[in-house]
T-cell receptor
Framework: KQEVTQIPAALSVPEGENLVLNCSFT??????LQWFRQDPGKGLTSLLL?????REQTSGRLNASLDKSSGRSTLYIAASQPGDSATYLC?????????????FGRGTQLTVWP | NAGVTQTPKFQVLKTGQSMTLQCAQD?????MYWYRQDPGMGLRLIYY???????DKGEVPNGYNVSRLNKREFSLRLESAAPSQTSVYFC????????????FGQGTRLTVV
């Protein structure tokens, strides 16, 4: 079973800062890793999906990297804005599985203040 | 473009009552899932369905049953609700070009008193 850890658990920064959120997982035999955003009282919104054959994936101000051999992924947020305030979750599937059943970290709660 | 739709959004049950949470997706995905989210525990898989006609247990299946009614719909039933089932429940589906990216519904906040 995968164990997924996210560091830090909470982060509070002023607007404009560049941020790095960290995710580590115990079993490197994965096909992909997915980053989500969750706003309070809402569902999860998919941000980025990185395939195991990729090292990076970018969407706007977000950049996610994946290093399977070390069991780590980072989510980089450039020029943070108050609207980025949310909880960010990473998730990985079972070893060698192409199914979508996922194991989640506890998340990083991000607050960006003006 | 509805994605994954769950009903109801909120529900209060008394201990011992039963209810069914409904989920439907319009993305033609093969796989569907039910998760629960609890403070301090994160998201945990209850049941999943890899394809129409199949269902499998996840990490925390006790006290729940599921039905994959067709490719679009996947329901979760609580036969006799207990306070330990107070949680936020999320339905998800995965598929698309790679079959891997998961999409989530908005959640059902369930309180059992």
């Amino acid at each position: 079973k995968q164990e997924v850890t996210q560091i830090p658990a909470a982060l509070s920064v002023p607007e404009g800062e560049n941020l790095v959120l960290n995710c580590s997982f115990t079993d490197s035999a994965i096909y992909n890793l997915q980053w989500f955003r969750q706003d309070p009282g809402k569902g999860l919104t998919s941000l980025l999906l990185i395939q195991s054959s990729q090292r990076e994936q970018t969407s706007g101000r977000l950049n996610a990297s994946l290093d399977k051999s070390s069991g780590r992924s980072t989510l980089y947020i450039a020029a943070s804005q108050p609207g980025d305030s949310a909880t960010y979750l990473c998730a990985v599937p079972d070893r060698g599985s192409t199914l979508g059943r996922l194991y989640f970290g506890r998340g990083t709660q991000l607050t960006v203040w003006p | 473009n509805a994605g994954v739709t769950q009903t109801p959004k909120f529900q209060v049950l008394k201990t011992g009552q039963s209810m069914t949470l409904q989920c439907a997706q319009d993305m033609n995905h093969n796989s569907m899932y039910w998760y629960r989210q609890d403070p301090g525990m994160g998201l945990r898989l209850i049941y999943y369905s890899a394809s129409e006609g199949t269902t499998d247990k996840g990490e925390v299946p006790n006290g729940y049953n599921v039905s994959r009614l067709n490719k679009r719909e996947f329901s979760l039933r609580l036969e006799s609700a207990a306070p330990s089932q107070t949680s936020v429940y999320f339905c998800a589906s995965s598929g698309g070009l790679t079959g891997l990216e998961a999409f989530f519904g908005q959640g059902t906040r369930l309180t059992v008193v």
